[in-house]
């Protein structure tokens, strides 16, 4: 059984699952079926944002290499691009929806405190990686009530 087959599969028991919707969005991605990996996903927005400090040595050699540096780098701190996000997608994401984005090691208690200045989010969840470290940050869009 593939990867996109296991994660429909627990799709089929918890169909609201937004982090196996987004599982499933990403292998459609990889399988070079874009317009499917939105389908279903008109409350989630995802982004893959730059979130290496500038001048970070912490950067793979052979990743520096191919990467163009914008791809790569986001400020001092590499949070300049989860900074615009955050303030840019209450407009896009519609209420109750989610922004999700991948965020570097360590940068999970800057995030919160991020998205505690924007009053759209009504909060911010963690995904860890396989190594349990948090990298997927969901921020919830409040609902027109404001919860």
């Known amino acids: 059984m593939s ?9 089929a028991d918890d169909p609201q ?10 292998e459609l991605e990889k399988e070079g079926q874009h317009d499917a990996s939105l ?3 008109a409350e989630l927005t ?5 979130y290496v400090p500038d001048h970070s040595a ?5 990743v520096a290499r191919y990467e163009p540096a914008s791809a790569l780098y986001a400020g001092p ?14 407009p ?3 209420p109750g929806g989610r922004l999700v984005l991948e965020i570097g090691i360590g940068q999970a208690d800057a995030v919160v405190t991020i998205a505690a200045t924007e009053p759209a989010w009504t909060g911010v969840t963690f995904r860890p990686d396989l190594q349990g470290i948090a990298r997927i940050a969901v921020l919830t869009r409040a609902t027109v009530s404001g919860r």
Not at 3 to 11: D, F, G, V
Not at 58 to 62: F, Q, R
């Open 58 to 62: 912490d950067v793979a050699p052979d």
């Open 39 to 41: 389908a279903g996903l």
């Open 3 to 11: 990867r996109r087959e296991k994660i429909e599969a627990m799709l």
């Open 77 to 90: 701190d590499g949070l300049d691009v989860v900074r615009r996000l955050v303030a840019g997608a209450a």
């Open 46 to 50: 995802r982004d893959n944002p730059p």
């Open 17 to 26: 699952d937004i982090f196996l919707r987004y599982s499933l969005a990403m």
């Open 92 to 94: 896009v994401v519609r």
